[in-house]
């Protein structure tokens, strides 16, 4: 599993207008190669009377799967196009759908491949991107006397509280770096002065938003 890796937040289409042609970015997260060809055959059974339906996707922690379709463009102007766009930003498990409704106005092999690619672009934004993290879930037990202080610098700190169970003892369930458990787990000991209990639970990703 990869430490963090980029993708995107949501499922969401954009729209925009180049020499009179409707270019909609239809986008959506898929971790498997089936499921972003079903995303691309719901987007042209969706779209079926629009000139193209042009196709990207990267999946895979390596970028296994790579495949890229012009739907009928020239070669190499539209889905080309859109998968540099997603290796440029460094996404993965990603899929991109382009529709487009032709206004009357060709653009030539360039203004096509400048085209593709600012659909995908703009839709990437509209949809938005995220960072997700690989953590380690981290149970820490205490006392209710230590709750005020543990909590307050805890949300202090790098780490993110996922949960607190109160019940005979309070239990912190915190989003830890896999690489900083050590240092995380000997800080807990260090302020509480050793009066705390704790236990690793599963390897989770965190996501949160990503600005370019």
């Not at 925009?16 to 042609?21: A, T």
């Amino acid at each position: 599993m990869l430490p963090r890796y980029h993708t995107v937040k949501e499922t969401g289409e954009h729209e925009i207008i180049i020499q009179k042609s409707r270019f909609i970015a239809h986008i959506k997260r898929a971790e498997t190669e089936n499921e972003a060809q079903e995303f691309i055959q719901a987007m042209k059974k969706q779209h079926w009377d629009a000139t193209h339906n042009c196709s990207a996707y990267l999946i895979g922690e390596h970028d296994q799967i790579q495949k890229a379709n012009d739907d009928g463009e020239p070669s190499g102007t539209a889905g080309v196009p859109i998968l540099e766009v997603l290796k440029k930003r460094k996404l993965k498990d990603t899929v991109v759908v382009i529709t487009r409704y032709f206004g009357g106005i060709k653009l030539g092999a360039g203004g096509l491949i400048r085209a593709y690619g600012k659909a995908t672009s703009e839709g990437l934004d509209a949809v938005g991107i995220v960072e997700r993290k690989l953590t380690q879930i981290i149970h820490v037990k205490i006392d209710y006397t230590w709750l005020g202080k543990i909590e307050k610098e805890l949300r202090a700190s790098e780490y993110t509280i996922r949960e607190i169970h109160y019940f005979d003892t309070v239990e912190i369930e915190t989003y830890v770096d896999k690489s900083h458990a050590p240092a995380f787990m000997e800080w807990m000991v260090e302020l509480t002065n050793g009066q705390c209990k704790m236990e690793k639970g599963e390897t989770v990703y965190l996501e949160s938003d990503f600005m370019r």
